[in-house]
């Protein structure tokens, strides 16, 4: 807005603020931006969910692609990382291990997407990809 708009605004709307001094608007500006917001709020929570989303889907891949059981998230590798994080790291392993889900169903349905999201990639580079097939006949 235009200092003179701006200074007419002020008078008609708010005339009684028209005698305070810039300090106190630049309070009134620094209190805006420093509220708190949705944003802010969850910014620190929704950084460590994402971290353990990513970790239950980086174990899911590496589960699937050892071909054991998928129970062997729960049985084995949850066990392993809360001790590592005990023992080495010197940290209580309870507020990360509950952040990485990893059950038979959770892995399971981590693994199906992976493999449908690889599928519709592969489908979608065929179809818009020239190429040619070699058969031996023999």
Not at 23 to 49: G, I, V
Not at 52 to 58: E, I, K, P, Q, V
Not at 73 to 85: C, D
């Amino acid at each position: 807005m235009k200092p003179s708009k701006l200074q007419d605004h002020l008078r008609r709307c708010h005339p009684d603020k028209t005698e305070k001094d810039l300090k106190y608007f630049q309070t009134l500006k620094d209190k805006f931006q420093k509220r708190p917001t949705l944003d802010r709020m969850f910014a620190s929570t929704s950084q460590r969910n994402d971290d353990g989303l990513r970790a239950s889907y980086n174990i899911s891949l590496l589960i699937a692609k050892s071909g054991k059981p998928h129970t062997i998230g729960e049985k084995l590798i949850l066990p392993a990382v809360e001790e590592v994080l005990k023992t080495v790291l010197h940290k209580p392993a309870s507020d990360i291990i509950k952040r990485i889900p990893l059950s038979n169903n959770t892995v399971e349905r981590r693994i199906d997407e992976m493999s449908s999201d690889i599928g519709s990639f592969l489908c979608n580079y065929l179809q818009t990809t020239h190429f040619s097939i070699q058969v031996n006949f023999t």
